[in-house]
Each structure stands twice: as structure tokens, then as C-alpha cells.
């Protein structure tokens, strides 16, 4: 066996245990099996160490995989199953068939299956065994399906559901005009949210934030984006945010402002977690109506009640924030945005700061996919021979990246990047805290 196969295969045996022990931890030791529909304490609240183990794993079994299997194989695969996987998937959500599924732990056949779903049974069975050989559905036997831990995830009431509507549509139609927009002449070179691909590919004249504020449909799509933003949100274990981040030293009464908190997912877990402290949500008013008359009455009303939430509507271009908050939070909104509309948000926020307000930045941390070990200074780590970014086990990062370039004409930053544009607005960075798949970066007034 080769060095690098034996270290792989050690990576995979150790964090392998190293999980098994957390599940034994958490109280509820069984581990599901991904045939059940059962949830797990640790689905949505992945401890750090489950979280850190996890990582390595997914990067040693892909990296595993890719030094054993014949390149052919790897590379073929690999195009036809982004390509099935994401048609298998709109087909199943468009026709709501893990709903057909509900409460139905002995499956339906497929003739019976296929024709509740509006499609042709023969058909009907080619997708669903695609879909379950990747373990998304179960084929419990030949020929009868059910639902199972992932497919539950395509229920309608989940969040999950509208993110994939949103990727299947809206991401795929622009992410097929990539191409000629990166070989445009103007848009190519631009960094401007107008020239971004998905701008060509729905022939919109300023970018796709423009497009949400100023038209109906756009009105209408960003209630839905919100939905995506809680299951992306999830997905990055932003429940880390709350736990591994010290609100707790905050004094009682100390106000922390949300700027671009859509409907606030990570701001009602804070409210929930720590009732003394006082929240303001600052995003634009579609996102906030939805936030404050249907997500914080379901999700916290006592915030509601007791009058530790607000909602102020604000465009952070040419708005300042609420003045004088302890805490001014941005969570996944400095990547949207080129270097210099960062300044011009950071500037606006710099002018109502006390002299001892902090700005939090929340955000993934580029590194390059080398195989060299990681410099001590950065704060990811991933051990040898994985690359330097765990490879797999942060893929999602690196597709969030081609999503950002995609949908906005932005992208990731590394830590010094985020620093630079935080000195351009008079703030100084203090300290990173990892917080899931992301990371808190700490700004004080220079
Ligand atoms: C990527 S989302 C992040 C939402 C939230 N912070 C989270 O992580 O779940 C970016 C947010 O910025 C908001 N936004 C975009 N342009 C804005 C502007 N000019 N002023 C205020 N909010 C804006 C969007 O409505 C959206 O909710």
C-alpha cells in the first residue's frame, strides 16, 4: 500500500471514531440508518468536533477515491452526475413526490408512483433509482420506493425544498450562460453585479439585489431567497455562530444589529440562546415584513412580545445602521459585493460606532487547493496528505464561490483580503473565532 493510500485510509479510521464517539456523547448514541426517516439531536446542532472529523472525512474518502479509480471513471462520473443529479432532483421536487412519499414507511410501487406524480410509471422508476442508488429515496424493493433520511429533506415545509427550487431554476439557468459571460468582451472583465452571468442569462439591466428591491417578481423571489438562506444556513452549521461565538459576556440589554439579516436565522437563534440581549434586523423591507410578521412570531414571539427585536428597513449603500449598537453583525454580506462597495458599506457603519462597538464579520475563509501543509498562521488546518482546504470535506465553500461569481460578479476572500478592506473603513482587525463552516472575524474603530 502506498504512504499516501495508508495515511488516507488512517484519516478515514480515526475521524470515523472520533464521530461515532461524539453520536455516543450526544445522548441518543444510535446512529441512524440513512434507509430510516429518523432525525438526530446532531442533524441541525453538529458539535465542532463532529463538524472538524467530518470535513477530513469527506476530503480522505474523495481523495481516496480519486487516487484509486481510473481517472476516466472519476472524471466521466463526474460530469454526468451534476448534470442527472440535478435534473433527477427538479423532477422529484417539481412533482413533490417525497410529499407523495409522507407517512408511507412501506414505499409505493412505482406504477402507483408514477402516476400520482403526473409521470409515466417506466419513467417515473428510471429517476427514482438513480436518485435512490445515490441515497437520496429508498428502494425498499424492486420497484417500490419510500422516503428516507435524505429525501425528507425534499419535503415542501422544509427549507431545504426551496433551496433546491432555487438551484435546479434560477442558479442553473444562469450558471449555463457562464461560459459566454466570462468570454464577453465587457461583462467578462467586469467585477460590476449588472455584467454577472445571470444578468445575461435573464436579460436584466442591474444586478440580481436590484432586480429583488425593484420588481415584483423579484419581490416575490427574495421571500423565497430567505427560505434558501435558512437551509444554506444549516448546511454551514450556523448554529456554531451562536454557540462558539462569547454573546454570553455581553451585558444584559447590550444591542447587536443584524445588517442584511434577511429574516435573521442566525439572529433569532442569538434571541432564543441569550433573551437579554436586544436585536435589530436591517435588511430590505420585503425581507423584514416576512421576517417580522411570519418567522419571529413562529420562531421567537417572546423577542417579539417583550420588544427585543426591531425591524429597520436600510440600504446599507447609502444608510447608515442604528446608531450606537454594541455589536454590528454581517453574515454572508461583504461576499456579495466588490472591494470597493465593502468600504462603502464598512464606512457607513464606522460612522455610528461608539468607541467601543465591534463589527463581526462572518464569513468563509479562502485557502488554495495545494497539497502543501497549511501555514501555521491560517486558521483552517487539515492534515496531511489532504489538501491544504480539506479538498472535499470544504467543496461547499468552493461552489459557493462559483455561485457568488455566477449570481453577483463577487466571490470568497481570504483572511488578509478582509482585513485590508476593514482598514479602508477605519476598523482594525482584533480575532477570528470558527464558527462552522465559517468564521468570525473581530473589528474594533482604529
Ligand atoms: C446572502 S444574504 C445574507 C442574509 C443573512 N445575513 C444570512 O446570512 O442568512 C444577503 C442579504 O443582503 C440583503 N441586501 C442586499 N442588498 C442590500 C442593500 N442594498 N441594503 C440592505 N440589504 C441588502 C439581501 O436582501 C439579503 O438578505
Known amino acids: 500500500m502506498s504512504q499516501e493510500v495508508s495515511q488516507l485510509l488512517s484519516l478515514i479510521t480515526s475521524s470515523v471514531k472520533a464521530i461515532e464517539d461524539e453520536f455516543a456523547a450526544s445522548g441518543v448514541s444510535a446512529i441512524p440508518s440513512l434507509n430510516s426517516t429518523d432525525t438526530h439531536p446532531l442533524d441541525l446542532k453538529p458539535l465542532k468536533p463532529v463538524r472538524d472529523q467530518l470535513r477530513i472525512l ?106 433546491v427550487q432555487f438551484r435546479v431554476d434560477q442558479t442553473n439557468r444562469a450558471a449555463c450562460t457562464l461560459l459566454e459571460t466570462l468570454l464577453d468582451p465587457v461583462r467578462g472583465p467586469s467585477y460590476e453585479g449588472k455584467d454577472a452571468a445571470i444578468c445575461k442569462a435573464y436579460n436584466w439591466p442591474e444586478g440580481w439585489f436590484d432586480w429583488h428591491a425593484q420588481t415584483e417578481e423579484g419581490r416575490k423571489e427574495a421571500e423565497l431567497f430567505g427560505r434558501v438562506m435558512t437551509a444554506f444556513d444549516y448546511a454551514v452549521a450556523v448554529q456554531a455562530v451562536v454557540t462558539d461565538y462569547p454573546w454570553r459576556d455581553l451585558a444584559p440589554g447590550s444591542t447587536i444589529c443584524d445588517i442584511g439579516s434577511g429574516h435573521g436565522t442566525v439572529a433569532v437563534e442569538i434571541a432564543k440562546a441569550h433573551p437579554g440581549l436586544k436585536l435589530i434586523l436591517q435588511d430590505m423591507p420585503t425581507l423584514l415584513k416576512y421576517a417580522e410578521e411570519s418567522f419571529w412570531p413562529k420562531e421567537c414571539p417572546c423577542a417579539l412580545q417583550e420588544q427585543k427585536v426591531e425591524f429597520i428597513p436600510i440600504d446599507f449603500f447609502t444608510e447608515a ?62 492534515p496531511a496528505p489532504l489538501l491544504s482546504n480539506t479538498g472535499a470535506g470544504r467543496l461547499r465553500l468552493y461552489s459557493l464561490d462559483v455561485s457568488l461569481l455566477t449570481l453577483l460578479n463577487s466571490r470568497e476572500r481570504f483572511l488578509q483580503e478582509f482585513v485590508t478592506i476593514a482598514q479602508q473603513a477605519s476598523l482594525k482587525f482584533k480575532s477570528t473565532w470558527d464558527a462552522g463552516d465559517t468564521y468570525i472575524l473581530e473589528f474594533v474603530v482604529a
Not at 86 to 115: N, Y
Not at 355 to 380: G, R
Request: aromatic residues 6%; negative net charge.
Open 321 to 382: 445602521p442604528a446608531a450606537g449598537c454594541d455589536i454590528y453583525f454581517l453574515k454572508g454580506i461583504l461576499h456579495d459585493w466588490s472591494d470597493e462597495l465593502c468600504v462603502k458599506i464598512l464606512k457607513n457603519i464606522r460612522k455610528v460606532m461608539r468607541p467601543n462597538s465591534k463589527v463581526l464579520i462572518n464569513e468563509h475563509l479562502l485557502l488554495p487547493a495545494t497539497a502543501l501543509p497549511t501555514p501555521l498562521s491560517s486558521p483552517n488546518s487539515a
Open 58 to 163: 469527506e476530503g480522505a474518502c474523495a481523495q481516496l477515491c480519486a487516487t484509486l479509480a481510473p481517472p476516466v471513471c472519476t472524471v466521466t462520473d463526474r460530469v454526468s452526475n451534476a448534470i442527472f443529479d440535478r435534473t433527477c432532483l427538479e423532477v422529484v421536487v417539481s412533482c413533490k413526490i417525497a410529499d407523495l412519499l409522507k407517512d408511507k414507511p412501506d414505499g409505493m410501487h412505482i406504477d402507483q408512483l408514477g402516476k400520482a406524480a403526473g409521470i409515466e410509471p417506466g419513467k417515473s422508476e428510471q429517476i427514482m433509482r438513480y436518485l435512490a442508488t445515490s441515497h437520496i429515496f429508498a428502494e425498499v424493493k424492486e420497484g417500490v420506493f419510500s422516503n428516507n433520511r435524505l429525501s425528507i429533506q425534499l419535503l415542501e415545509e422544509t427549507p431545504t425544498y426551496a433551496y
